[in-house]
């Protein structure tokens, strides 16, 4: 952990990750949509709130892949298979990570993880690659009230995320 203990998600909270997701894409000159609306618990009512399709949704969850928690974000409509990620990483356990877990390492409550690790999120960040056939991606960023809306090719060069297969089905 940094000596500067203010930057860190647990420590800023939703409001300061939405926040600093916002600057990031400002300070890249991203055109990105960004919407408030009304909390939202699923992945379906996020992407009615935003007026997108939950093939353009990107869910981030963080799973603990053998000693490291990392963030997984693959489309909203599908799940995890673990032992796919478990296969990757070459290590025999992979679990979600608690909410106390989730509270303790970004800040956040489930939903409202971005698809950010480094520096937003102090996570490796990956991506399924199935996400590669969207030209965009939607997210809340930090909140159940705050989503963005950005072009995929921008997140991937910001997010710099580790790609490969590990959503069900795919």
């Not at 960004?34 to 990107?58: I, L, Q």
């Not at 409202?112 to 996570?123: A, D, M, N, T």
């Amino acid at each position: 952990m940094s000596s500067n203990e203010s930057n860190h998600p647990a420590e800023l909270g939703p409001t300061a990750v939405t926040a600093r997701i916002r600057a990031l894409l400002d300070e890249a000159g991203v055109t990105y949509r960004y919407v408030e609306h009304e909390p939202t618990r699923t992945c379906e009512a996020s992407a009615e709130a935003r007026g997108e399709t939950t093939s353009v949704g990107g869910k981030a969850i963080v799973l603990k892949v053998g000693d490291v928690f990392r963030l997984c974000v693959l489309r909203a409509a599908q799940q995890i298979n673990s032992n796919r990620v478990r296969r990757h990483f070459k290590v025999s356990r992979a679990r979600f990570a608690t909410r106390d877990e989730l509270a303790e390492l970004t800040g956040l409550v489930p939903g409202s993880v971005p698809p950010f690790g480094e520096p937003i999120l102090p996570l490796p960040n990956t991506l399924d690659r199935g996400f590669l056939d969207n030209d965009r991606i939607a997210f809340n960023a930090g909140s159940l009230r705050c989503s963005i809306v950005m072009p995929l090719d921008r997140y991937l060069e910001l997010a710099e995320p580790e790609i490969f297969d590990y959503a069900k089905g795919d």
